[in-house]
């Protein structure tokens, strides 16, 4: 059943983002628990918010929230954002958060098991965490990839991908994507190239003189 409502909110959010003029974002919140919608709307080109009526349950640490929302721009940042992220631990019922394409490919954030620490310091650490790879990842981005570099169109679209990719092998987060063929075969004809990249914003993260 959950496989079935997150294919009914990826496409939802895509037709929607589609039909709209100009592409603005849209968002699809439910319950992971039994399934039920919570609230549906449109944001802007580049924000979204969480609907109105899904609000109480995104912020009740009680609930099991999933927040599905499209990225109108293929081309640019096509995964989450640390805005994104950051909603895993700013609304405490939130745990799982996925951004989808007009292409069909989707990029999903699930925010990890609590640990032994209280909450209000585990938002801390993990917000943190996302602040630390995103600016890890704006400090060398010209060092690894210049805009001159002929891959830079392609570094700029898989920015936030490397970023994710990076918080999730430091084990911030559990990261998974689902990517369409045609983009699939761009990436893995540059997958070393990735991997480095992740290495490197990897490594600045870890450099702890900032
Ligand atoms: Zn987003």
Not at 7 to 36: M, N, Q, R, S
Not at 88 to 106: F, K, M, R
Not at 126 to 152: M, V
Request: proline share 5%.
């Amino acid at each position: 059943m959950y496989i079935r409502i997150d294919d009914i909110a990826h496409t939802w959010c895509a037709v929607a983002t589609g039909a709209a003029i100009p592409k603005v974002e849209a968002v699809f919140c439910y319950d992971l628990k039994d399934g039920a919608p919570l609230g549906s709307g449109l944001g802007t080109p580049n924000s979204v918010h969480i609907p109105d009526k899904a609000l109480s349950a995104a912020l009740d640490g009680q609930r099991v929230v999933k927040v599905v929302h499209s990225h109108p721009n293929g081309s640019e940042n096509v995964s989450l954002s640390a805005v994104d992220l950051a909603a895993l631990w700013n609304y405490a019922g939130v745990v799982e958060i996925d951004a989808v394409l007009l292409d069909g490919s989707w990029f999903r954030a699930v925010r990890p098991a609590e640990s032994a620490r209280p909450w209000n310091e585990e938002v801390l650490f993990a917000l943190d965490a996302i602040r630390r790879a995103t600016k890890a990842e704006a400090r060398i981005e010209r060092a690894i990839c210049p805009d001159s570099s002929p891959d830079y169109a392609l570094y700029n679209e898989i920015r936030t991908h490397v970023v994710c990719t990076a918080l999730a092998r430091l084990g911030k987060i559990y990261y998974e994507t689902s990517v369409a063929q045609n983009r699939r075969m761009r990436w893995s004809a540059a997958q070393p190239l990735l991997n480095g990249w992740v290495d490197e914003v990897i490594a600045e993260y870890k450099r702890r003189n900032w």
